[in-house]
């Protein structure tokens, strides 16, 4: 028998990103139940410019969790709100949800909810967005997964774990998030193994935080005249599938 298999929270996935799905597919296969998927339609994805949507459904048939749509991905509509009030979870996992939880559901949760987050430094170094894009372009030389239990702020969450690993001259996005995804699943595995035999473990972040800044679709455009081979391959790297790549002005 698994060890997950003993885990008898009330949990619900609130996910829509690939490397979420594949995270929550193996927490499953380790035993792991699941009360609920809460996630995205592929017209609501296309609409908030998810990348790296995917489609849980077949996931929540197979192993028969049911699944509940947001009506807004920022979960702040009335029906979403009251979604959560009426379940009453003890844990929420995100598995790709580039939205802040409001605090409204946040506060219907007995335990709280885990995200991941990441950075090429020790947070409260490197909150903010797309820092695996940003750690590519800066070519940084390493990652630091963490799992965090989430807070109001922007990536201010206790720390419950963390995991390094190296960011290599052939690494693209792509693999790096296959090292998120497996770095993720090895981590929750023992969190959620402290969490239901009460040894959960919180480092509060301390220290000036620093953010990495939103991305758009121009960043992904090439200056020849002004970018050296290095910069450009690094871009190139940054911005590839499931992102929407490189063009030139």
């Known amino acids: 028998m698994s060890l997950l298999s003993k885990v008898s929270l009330k949990i619900c996935m609130v996910g829509c990103g690939e490397v979420g799905y594949h995270i929550v597919k193996n927490l499953i296969e380790e ?27 077949d996931l929540a048939t197979k192993n028969n ?4 749509y947001a ?15 009426e379940n009453k979870f003890d ?9 802040l939880i409001p605090d409204e559901i946040l506060k219907t949760l007995t335990i709280g909810a885990i995200g991941g987050h ?6 409260p170094l490197g909150r903010g967005r797309s820092p695996l894009n940003w750690s590519l372009i800066q070519n940084k030389k390493r990652f630091i997964n ?3 239990l989430l807070k109001l702020g922007i990536d201010d969450g206790d720390i419950l774990d963390y995991y390094q690993f190296d960011i290599n001259e052939f690494d693209n996005i792509r693999t790096l998030y296959y090292k998120i995804s497996l770095t993720s699943f090895e981590m929750l595995k023992k969190v959620l193994l402290n969490i239901e035999d009460g040894k959960l473990i919180k480092l509060e972040q301390k220290g000036e935080p620093t953010y990495y800044p939103k991305r758009t679709e121009e960043d992904g455009k090439i200056d020849f005249k002004n970018m050296s081979v290095a910069e450009i391959y690094n871009l190139v790297r940054a911005v590839t599938y499931p992102y929407l790549g490189l063009f030139v002005s």
């Open 31 to 57: 035993g792991l139940k699941f009360s609920y998927f809460v996630t995205l339609t592929k017209d609501q994805a296309i609409k908030n410019k998810v990348s790296g949507y995917i489609d849980f459904s």
């Open 65 to 68: 969790i049911p699944i509940y």
């Open 71 to 85: 009506k807004k991905y920022s979960l702040k509509d009335e029906e979403d709100l009251l979604f959560f009030e």
């Open 91 to 99: 844990l929420i996992i995100l598995g790709g949800w580039q939205r």
């Open 118 to 123: 990441g950075s090429s430094n020790f947070l």
């Open 146 to 148: 963490y799992l965090i």
